[in-house]
């Protein structure tokens, strides 16, 4: 084994795509997705392990994949089954936790057969993280896949400094209630010295769920554990890497690709755009009805305005997701039929991954970003639009259920449910005069520069406590 790490992040997924190279070679690329983008830059400039699940990367049947470099740090893959796959990922994470966290937008699943899987799963990264870690290391776990992680890590290596992170929101009790082994997964987040949160009020559902379902006594945000430890809990909302998407904004090859894009639209006077993973909490669907019935009511027309949606594909094998597609994909047909011209389709909808250069682009050459989540922890790509408009132009349309509302609050707000208000706040964003649109765009970008991904590294670790924030 090679020199362990004083600092390990754990998440379920290591921060690459396997790619084959037009020659038959293997690539290793980072992939896309809001914890890779705001990951990276910590973990690289601190030369550290991240521990992960390689996804569907690997050859059925293959060994399990060695631990390799990748840029200055080490990934060490953790192999999944199929069966486990199935069972813990695309069962309890995403067909139970992701839902109910969102507010259960789509109803939640439960089958006690995820449960069992979730439980292995999560001791199998404690096990690798317990290999890659020096004495005394700090280990920053990631998110609702690895929520037991904490407490069983804790057990192994109680020498160990642990910090939880939780990407996505954290639900009141009235919601957390209604989760099969509720109790469990409390006990396994608070092996965590600190658990942080996008939002404080995910933080405080967090204290009172310890109090009343564990008895635990609290006092302001620092919970008493069973075994007497003092475990805080705070909200550190994430940001971006906000030099990276301002240099690329203004490179001369994102522009010039910006000025192609509004041309090969037709140069339109208000050029729309969507960004998310196909998910059915992002709020897409009312997105499209929005736009459907302003153009039906001829306060939008094509071809002056015209929308772009992109949309990642993502947990295909997933119930709600492949209905979501389809509705999604009836929508746009049904949109291009009615308000389309030959030639002239009223929305461009992209279901493709795309090049950081290329998203900069689709960035600044929108007018209105529309950034609608029925309940998001954070919202990456409010952030990135915002970063991306070194012009101080473009209005961001953004919905109060988005963490990132907490702190964007010179957005358009909107609250997606009130298919009358998004209109309303979607209009007022593409006739908002240009000082308005700068002076609200010019107080955001502020805001961001002195909240960037670094920034949230440092503070959620010097919250920990450990020697890892005083590293550049
Ligand atoms: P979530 O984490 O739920 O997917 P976020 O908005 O927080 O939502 O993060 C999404 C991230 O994925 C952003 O960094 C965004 O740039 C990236 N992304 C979204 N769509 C694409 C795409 N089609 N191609 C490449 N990256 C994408
Ligand atoms: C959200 C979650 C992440 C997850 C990402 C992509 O950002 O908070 O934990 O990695 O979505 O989803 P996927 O299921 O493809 O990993």
């Given at each position: ?221 620092t919970i008493q554990a069973e075994d007497g430890r003092r475990v805080m809990a705070d909200a550190f909302p994430i940001s971006i890497d906000v030099s ?52 039906a009511e001829g306060r939008l027309t094509v071809p002056e305005t015209v929308m772009v949606q992109v949309a990642t594909p993502s947990r295909e094998r ?138 949230w590294a440092i503070s959620f670790l010097t919250a920990l406590g450990s020697p890892e924030s005083d590293r550049p």
């Open positions: 084994m090679s020199a362990r790490s004083s600092f390990v992040v754990v998440a379920n997924r290591l921060p690459v795509d396997r790619v084959t190279g037009p020659n038959g070679s293997v690539i290793w690329r980072r992939s896309p997705g809001g914890l890779v983008t705001a990951m990276q830059p910590v973990l690289s400039s601190q030369r550290g392990t991240w521990v992960g699940w390689l996804g569907n990367a690997t050859q059925h049947g293959a060994p399990p994949p060695e631990p390799f470099q990748l840029d200055d740090f080490r990934l060490r893959p953790v192999p999944l089954t199929q069966e486990e796959i199935t069972r813990y990922y695309e069962g309890f994470s995403n067909s139970s936790l992701w839902p109910l966290y969102h507010d259960a937008v789509e109803p939640a699943t439960f089958k006690r057969r995820w449960w069992e899987a979730y439980r292995r799963v999560n001791h199998r990264f404690a096990e690798a993280t317990s290999e890659e870690a020096a004495p005394g290391a700090t280990v920053w776990v990631q998110d609702y896949q690895l929520q037991l992680m904490p407490s069983i890590l804790r057990e192994m290596r109680p020498d160990l400094r642990i910090g939880f992170f939780l990407h996505i929101p954290f639900p009141p009790f009235e919601l957390f209630m209604q989760l099969p082994r509720r109790a469990e997964i409390l006990r396994g987040l608070l092996g965590a010295d600190l658990v942080g949160f996008q939002r404080p009020l995910g933080a405080r559902n967090f204290i009172n769920l310890s109090k009343h379902l564990l008895e635990l006594h609290t006092h302001s945000n990276e998407m301002e240099h690329l904004a203004e490179s001369p090859e994102v522009q010039t690709r910006a000025k192609q894009i509004r041309a090969e639209l037709g140069d339109p006077r208000v050029l729309l755009l969507g960004v998310d993973r196909l998910d059915y909490t992002k709020g897409i669907e009312r997105r499209f009805k929005a736009f459907r019935e302003l153009l997933v119930e709600h997701y492949p209905a979501l597609r389809s509705k999604v994909e009836r929508e746009v047909g049904r949109i291009n039929g009615e308000y389309g011209r030959v030639g002239v389709p009223a929305v461009h909808y992209l279901h493709q991954s795309y090049s950081r250069t290329e998203l900069a682009a689709l960035y600044c050459a929108a007018d209105v970003m529309m950034v609608t989540p029925l309940r998001d922890g954070m919202n990456l790509v409010a952030k990135e639009y915002v970063a991306a408009r070194v012009d101080d132009r473009g209005a961001l349309v953004l919905s109060e259920f988005a963490g990132a509302a907490d702190e964007l609050r010179q957005a358009f707000t909107c609250n997606p449910h009130d298919l009358d208000g998004l209109k309303q706040t979607l209009l007022h964003a593409v006739r908002a005069e240009e000082p308005e649109v700068r002076r609200r765009m010019r107080m955001m970008r502020r805001y961001l520069r002195a909240h960037d991904v670094n920034r």
